[in-house]
């Protein structure tokens, strides 16, 4: 675990994120070779670089000299939407997709971001007011940092955790929980990872997201893998689903009305 997190590359995860990754390897890799290699496949996945980090530092500069002048706000939030290609899929659908899922569930008090990366920067886009109590949580301990600036400079009653909400679910209750694009991930990191988040979160309603195209723009049916197993459970735990379809995105809403 040292190791892993001394590396460059990995400085920035959650040791939560470390050590469960590199104890699940352990038990399948006895020799220390193999299970590095194994752990390092496996972070990958779950970090996904790939997809896009912001230059942080420069990041926080525009948003503080953006500060009091909503367009250049804006913009500087767009900037960073960008960044990752999970929230720049979204872009063009922005608006409909979060207003379209709070239209269902009602307007949030408090709201759980199960696995944000740049997702809170399209909190002007919502429509939530400032009094929601926004909790985002996230494995890297640099966009942590910046979305907690940003919570700050908007005025926004929330805040930014460094947390694996595999390894430990928030505390507490909530209107809505998202888990966006993350599903389908969480089962590559550990089967029935991704219900296991689901289940154990505290909220009303959970909105699952899969995307509908793969990085390369092609339509993908990846919520075809988890569909049936979500809605099975939900049917068993005596949870309702209600689907949403987006221009490439579907949303699998989970209501818990016991939650």
Same mark, same amino acid.
């Given at each position: 675990?040292?190791?892993?997190?001394?590396?460059?590359?990995?400085?920035?995860?959650?040791?939560?994120?470390?050590?469960?990754?590199?104890?699940?390897?352990?038990?399948?890799?006895?020799?220390?070779?193999?299970?590095?290699? /194994?752990? *390092? =496949?496996? &972070?990958?996945?779950?970090?996904? #670089? +790939?997809? @896009?980090?912001?230059?942080?530092?420069?990041?926080?500069?525009?948003?503080?000299?953006?500060?009091?002048?909503?367009?250049?706000?804006?913009?500087?939030?767009?900037?960073?939407?960008?960044?990752?290609? /999970?929230? *720049? =899929?979204? &872009?063009?659908?922005?608006?409909? #997709? +979060?207003? @379209?899922?709070?239209?269902?569930?009602?307007?949030?008090?408090?709201?759980?971001?199960?696995?944000?990366?740049?997702?809170?920067?399209?909190?002007?886009?919502?429509?939530?007011?400032?009094?929601?109590?926004?909790?985002?949580?996230?494995?890297?301990?640099?966009?942590?940092?910046?979305?907690?600036?940003?919570?700050?400079?908007?005025?926004?009653?929330?805040?930014?955790?460094?947390?694996?909400?595999?390894?430990?679910?928030?505390?507490?209750?909530?209107?809505?929980?998202?888990?966006?694009?993350?599903?389908?991930?969480?089962?590559?990191?550990?089967?029935?990872?991704?219900?296991?988040?689901?289940?154990?979160?505290?909220?009303?309603?959970?909105?699952?997201?899969?995307?509908?195209?793969?990085?390369?723009?092609?339509?993908?049916?990846?919520?075809?893998?988890?569909?049936?197993?979500?809605?099975?459970?939900?049917?068993?735990?005596?949870?309702?689903?209600?689907?949403?379809?987006?221009?490439?995105?579907?949303?699998?809403?989970?209501?818990?009305?016991?939650?």
């Amino acid at each position: 675990m040292a190791r892993i997190s001394a590396m460059r590359k990995y400085r920035s995860l959650s040791p939560q994120t470390v050590d469960d990754v590199v104890r699940r390897a352990a038990a399948r890799h006895p020799k220390e070779a193999p299970l590095l290699r /194994s752990a *390092r =496949e496996t &972070l990958h996945r779950v970090a996904a #670089f +790939y997809l @896009g980090e912001p230059d942080y530092a420069r990041a926080e500069e525009e948003l503080v000299a953006a500060r009091g002048d909503d367009g250049k706000t804006e913009e500087a939030c767009l900037r960073l939407l960008r960044c990752h290609d /999970s929230s *720049r =899929e979204r &872009l063009p659908i922005m608006e409909s #997709f +979060y207003r @379209g899922i709070f239209a269902r569930t009602g307007t949030p008090g408090a709201l759980l971001d199960l696995a944000a990366a740049c997702n809170p920067f399209a909190f002007r886009w919502m429509g939530l007011p400032r009094s929601v109590l926004y909790r985002a949580f996230d494995i890297n301990a640099d966009m942590v940092r910046l979305v907690s600036r940003y919570f700050e400079l908007e005025g926004i009653a929330g805040a930014a955790e460094l947390r694996d909400v595999l390894c430990d679910p928030p505390e507490g209750s909530a209107d809505v929980a998202l888990l966006l694009k993350m599903y389908h991930c969480l089962e590559h990191r550990q089967r029935g990872a991704g219900w296991e988040v689901v289940s154990r979160t505290n909220a009303r309603f959970v909105a699952v997201s899969f995307p509908s195209r793969n990085l390369r723009g092609r339509r993908a049916d990846i919520a075809g893998n988890y569909r049936d197993e979500i809605l099975e459970r939900s049917r068993s735990a005596g949870w309702g689903t209600e689907e949403l379809a987006f221009d490439g995105e579907l949303v699998i809403l989970v209501r818990k009305g016991g939650a």
